[in-house]
């Protein structure tokens, strides 16, 4: 099945400081997300970008279908980004619909 | 739009009782949801996929017969763990695609059990 790489395992920033989360995967994609797990459990969808670029305020995401891999960008980060970030992949044929998820990255802000 | 509610979000219960939980596509009809169990610390794996109308189908090394799935209409699958261990102590969150109009998968708040 396809692999799912994401790096760095961890990061601790402070307050205000820029990042960015690489995800790598082994296959063509049809379906790319990226998630934020908050305390609680809740998967939050950050974007759905199985290819170009997209912004949502201080978040943007890149994915180079081709090179097979993909960036999730966060700016002047805060606390509340704190959380565990997630790639998930899915492929067609019979993986179809199944999403495979990365190991994620931890992330965690100081004030 | 395109919300998937689950039920409960936390449970515990006695070793070698079950457990039922619900996974509700409130706006839409879902007529696959998929299942994924998560250990602490660890990223999530699919257990099996769910599909409205006939049987589900499981990932390899997850027991059929301990993880019971019913989809019985197009907006509600169950995952009933049975004779449930302390082994099945996780936490199991569903999901399904998004209908026309929005993209990729969605996903429930998540059932944390306890088995004690």
């Known amino acids: 099945g396809i692999q799912v790489e994401q790096s760095p395992p961890d990061l601790i920033l402070q307050e205000g400081a820029n990042s960015t989360l690489r995800c790598n995967f082994s296959?063509?994609?049809?379906?790319l997300q990226w998630f934020h797990q908050n305390p609680w459990g809740q998967l939050i969808n950050l974007f759905y970008?199985?290819?170009g670029t997209k912004q949502n305020g201080r978040l943007s995401a890149t994915t180079v279908a081709t090179e097979r891999y993909s960036l999730l960008y966060i700016s002047s980060s805060q606390t509340t980004d704190s959380g565990v970030y997630f790639c998930a992949v899915s492929a067609g044929g019979t993986s179809y619909g199944k999403l495979t998820f990365g190991q994620g990255t931890i992330l965690t802000v100081h004030p | 739009g395109a919300v998937v509610s689950q039920h409960p979000s936390r449970v515990i219960c006695k070793s070698g009782t079950s457990v039922k939980i619900e996974c509700r596509s409130l706006?839409?009809?879902?007529?696959?949801m998929f299942w994924y169990r998560q250990f602490p610390k660890q990223s999530l794996m699919l257990m099996a996929t769910s599909n409205e109308g006939s049987k589900a189908t499981y990932e390899q090394g997850v027991e059929k017969d301990k993880f019971l799935i019913n989809h019985a209409s197009l907006t509600l699958s169950t995952l009933t763990v049975t004779s449930a261990h302390p082994e099945d102590s996780s936490f199991y969150i569903c999901s399904a695609r998004t209908p026309p109009g929005y993209y990729g998968y969605t996903f429930g708040s998540g059932t944390r059990l306890t088995v004690v």
């Open positions: 296959d063509s994609v049809n379906n």
């Open positions: 970008i199985p290819s």
């Open positions: 706006d839409f009809q879902a007529t696959t």
